[in-house]
């Protein structure tokens, strides 16, 4: 198994300096890896970093909490788009969806529409960890209605972290067009293994190194 192809080299640290953009650009492009993400602020220097090398450039919107207003997320995307990122990882409003709310649909749906029409990809981060099962169930069937690319578990921030249990729960509701990125707590390999074979199509991880070596 290829694991380089499926990961997602991460570092959302608030302390990560320029330094950290670059040795994170350089390691992708040594090891292989799929892509990195980098908080809004470094996307343009981790773009310009890249260049050409095929990394794909992932940042985050509404991140890590969710409950911004719909303007701001959509701010948020717009402006990593503008700067060069090719997917946005959105922190959806679970305030919204313990409440019932509506919008939380609507939320997702303009920020999807916003991406897609820049011909970028959109994954949704449900935070598993504050969901029970059949939340994780109703969760995954809104993103896919909504029109998201992926579903993914966790920002890393919270409790808990990507479960195998989860990743194969939401595979089995989710249709095969939609990906699934594990991410939270994956610092071995046999961990990622464990994940990619339950369904994860993507795995965020900041011990990318140790997982392939």
């Known amino acids: 198994m290829n694991l380089a192809a499926h990961l997602e080299q991460t570092n959302l640290s608030p302390t990560l300096t ?12 040594q090891y292989n890896f799929f892509g990195i993400c980098v908080p809004p602020f470094w996307v343009k220097r981790a773009h310009r970093e890249i260049g050409v090398a095929p990394i794909t450039l992932v940042s985050v919107a509404g991140f890590p909490l969710g409950y911004n207003m719909t303007e701001t997320k959509l ?3 717009k402006r990593a788009i503008d700067n060069g990122a090719h997917e946005v990882d959105v922190v959806w409003n679970i305030s919204s969806f313990k ?3 509506e919008w939380t649909k609507i939320e997702l749906a303009k920020c999807a ?6 011909q970028r990809l959109l994954k949704v981060i449900i935070e598993t960890a504050y969901l029970s099962d059949e939340e994780i ?3 995954c069937k809104m993103c896919s209605d909504a029109g998201a690319d992926f579903v993914k578990t966790s920002t890393g921030f919270a409790p808990s972290g990507a479960k195998v249990e989860h990743i194969r729960l939401m595979r089995s509701v989710l249709p095969k ?20 074979e339950a369904g994860a199509d993507r795995i965020g991880t900041s011990s990318g190194i140790q997982i392939v070596t």
């Open 113 to 118: 529409k916003l991406t897609h029409d820049n």
């Open 18 to 29: 320029i330094q950290d953009i670059d040795k994170l650009v350089e390691e992708a492009k």
């Open 99 to 101: 409440t019932n709310h």
């Open 137 to 139: 169930v109703k969760a």
């Open 75 to 77: 701010d948020d995307i």
């Open 177 to 196: 067009e939609v990906g699934i990125k594990a991410s939270g707590g994956i610092k071995t390999k046999d961990q990622a293994i464990a994940m990619i």
